[in-house]
C-alpha cells in the first residue's frame, strides 16, 4: 500500500453514510465534511458505484477543503430501486437533483459553492444536470459521454459482426422480457473483443485497473441490463451545453476510444463558460497515468470557481 493510499484509509474514517430520497425510493451516499463551504458532489458511469468511481478523486478534493457527496445512482450499488442494474437516464438525473438538494442542506456547505463531477457517462450527465441548475458553482466533465449518436459507429466497429448480432438480441429480449415482469437480462460493462458486453472497445478493460487495482470493492457488480444497448446511440445530453451558464471544464484523454476525444471538446466549445484539457492517454488515465495532472487542473478549477473561506 502507498503512502496516499494509507492516508486515504485513515481519512475514510471521517466520512459518513448518509441516504437522501429520489422519486419513491433513496440514493446512498458517502459524505466527506469539508471546511471551505464548497461542496463536490460526485457518481460513476454506468455500472460504476459510488466507492470506485469517486474515492480516488473523493480524497483529493477533500483534503483541498471541499465537502464531498459521492453517492449511487438508484438501481445500482447500496440505493434503492428495483430492478436493479436498469440505467434509465432520466431517473439519474433526477437523482443528480436530489443530490443537489440533499448537498445544500449539509452544515459544512454553502448552497452557492456546489460543483458537480461525473465521468463516462455520468460525466454526460453533467451537462444536463449543469444546464438544469445555473445556481451551480461549477462543473465537470471528465471522458463524458455526450453524444452516444457519435461514438456508436466506433463501438460497433470494435466488435466483431456476430457479437453486435448477439448483444443487440439480448437487449431487444431484455426489453420485451421488461414488459412481461421477467428479470432483467445482464451483460458485462466492460469484455474483450468478441464478448457480448455493454462495451468492448481497446481500452474498456482497462476499468478494473484504473477503479479497483486493489481488488477492494467486491461488492461492485460489474453487469449491466442489456437494454442500455437499444438507448445509447440516441443520448446526446452536449446538446444542453448552450444553456449551461456555471464554468464547465471538460477533461478528454487524447486517445480514448471509449467516449472518443472530439465530441466532449465540440460539446465543450457550445457552452458560454468552459474550459477544456486536453490529456495523454486512454478512456481511463484520468485514473492512471494521467491522474496528477488530472487532479491538479480540477482542483485549481474548483477553487477558482467553488472554493471560498471556512463556513461559520
Not at 471541499?66 to 438501481?75: E, G, N, P
Not at 430492478?83 to 443537489?100: M, S
Not at 463558460?273 to 495532472?293: D, N
Request: aromatic fraction near 6%; charged fraction near 20%; charge should be neutral.
Amino acid at each position: 500500500m502507498t503512502a496516499f493510499e494509507e492516508r486515504q484509509e485513515e481519512r475514510q474514517g471521517e466520512r459518513r453514510k448518509v441516504r437522501f430520497a429520489s422519486g419513491d425510493t433513496s440514493c446512498a451516499a458517502w459524505h466527506y465534511p469539508g471546511t471551505n463551504g464548497g461542496c463536490v458532489i460526485m457518481a460513476g458511469g454506468t455500472s460504476v458505484t459510488k466507492e470506485p468511481a469517486s474515492d480516488l478523486f473523493a480524497a483529493r478534493f477533500n483534503a483541498a477543503g471541499f465537502a464531498v457527496l459521492a453517492f449511487d445512482h438508484r438501481r445500482f450499488g447500496e440505493s434503492g430501486g428495483a430492478p436493479r442494474q436498469i440505467v434509465r437516464f432520466g431517473e439519474q438525473i433526477d437523482d443528480w437533483h436530489a443530490a443537489i438538494e440533499c448537498a445544500a442542506g449539509l452544515p459544512d456547505v454553502d448552497p452557492d459553492r456546489i460543483a458537480v463531477w461525473g465521468f463516462s457517462l455520468a460525466g454526460g450527465h453533467v451537462f444536463r444536470v449543469a444546464a438544469d441548475h445555473p445556481r451551480l458553482a461549477c462543473a465537470i466533465a471528465q471522458t463524458p459521454l455526450v453524444d452516444g449518436r457519435s461514438i456508436a459507429p466506433n463501438a460497433l466497429r470494435s466488435m466483431p459482426p456476430s457479437a453486435a448480432v448477439r448483444l443487440f438480441g439480448r437487449g431487444v429480449g431484455d426489453a420485451l422480457g421488461s414488459l412481461a415482469g421477467r428479470p432483467p437480462l445482464l451483460v458485462p460493462t466492460a469484455g474483450p473483443r468478441g464478448a457480448v458486453a455493454s462495451l468492448t472497445t481497446p481500452d474498456a478493460m482497462d476499468g478494473d485497473r484504473a477503479l479497483d487495482p486493489g481488488g477492494r470493492h467486491t461488492g461492485w457488480e460489474r453487469t449491466v441490463a442489456a437494454r442500455i444497448i437499444l438507448g445509447l446511440g440516441g443520448y446526446r445530453p452536449g446538446r444542453h451545453a448552450p444553456r449551461i451558464r456555471c464554468p464547465l471544464l471538460v477533461v478528454v484523454c487524447e486517445q480514448d476510444r471509449s467516449v472518443l476525444t472530439e465530441p466532449g471538446v465540440r460539446a465543450a466549445g457550445n457552452a458560454p463558460r468552459s474550459e477544456v484539457v486536453r490529456l495523454p492517454g486512454c478512456h481511463y488515465a484520468p485514473f492512471l497515468e494521467a491522474h496528477e495532472q488530472a487532479v491538479a487542473a480540477e482542483i485549481s478549477f474548483l477553487g477558482r470557481h467553488a472554493g471560498g473561506r471556512d463556513p461559520e
